[in-house]
């Protein structure tokens, strides 16, 4: 049995590229004087359209799925995971463990975020379907 699929080894892989883009461009976009919010939307942004190209092409590889649709799925997803898993989580984490560190909560989040991404990914937005070449074939009654 397998610690690990190649599958997941990509999707770590495009996730530290599309995090190395988020936060190195934001620290680009800050010290060249943008502000805060829009530095932090443009960089997240960036890093989702390179994860979205690098998650479909590479970790996935569904280049024959249709894009639109995925494409909207993969933003739900993931905004759903930033935006509502990672902070109820970091809520949790909070309220459970009073006074910890900031960053835990935080890495909880991410780390739950994680395994969320990835298996609406696999599941959802990427998930193979058979071709009409695989789709089986009904048995026909001679009656």
């Not at 999707?11 to 919010?37: C, E, M, R, S």
């Not at 989580?89 to 835990?104: N, Q």
Request: proline fraction near 4%.
């Amino acid at each position: 049995m397998k610690l690990i699929t190649s599958t997941q080894l990509r999707f770590g892989i495009v996730g530290v590229a599309n995090t190395l883009v988020d936060a190195l461009g934001y620290a680009l976009l800050v010290t060249l004087g943008v502000p805060l919010f829009v530095a932090n939307f443009i960089s997240t942004t960036a890093g989702m359209l390179l994860s979205f190209g690098l998650n479909r092409n590479f970790t996935f590889r569904a280049k024959d799925g249709d894009v639109r649709r995925q494409a909207l799925l993969f933003f739900a997803v993931t905004a759903f995971g930033l935006w509502v898993v990672q902070a109820l989580i970091i809520l949790a984490v909070t309220k459970a463990f009073p006074g910890v560190h900031v960053l835990i909560p935080k890495f909880c989040g991410i780390a739950v975020g994680l395994v969320w991404n990835y298996v609406l990914y696999h599941k959802v937005v990427f998930r193979q379907r058979p071709s009409a070449a695989e789709a089986p074939v009904p048995e026909v009654s001679h009656d």
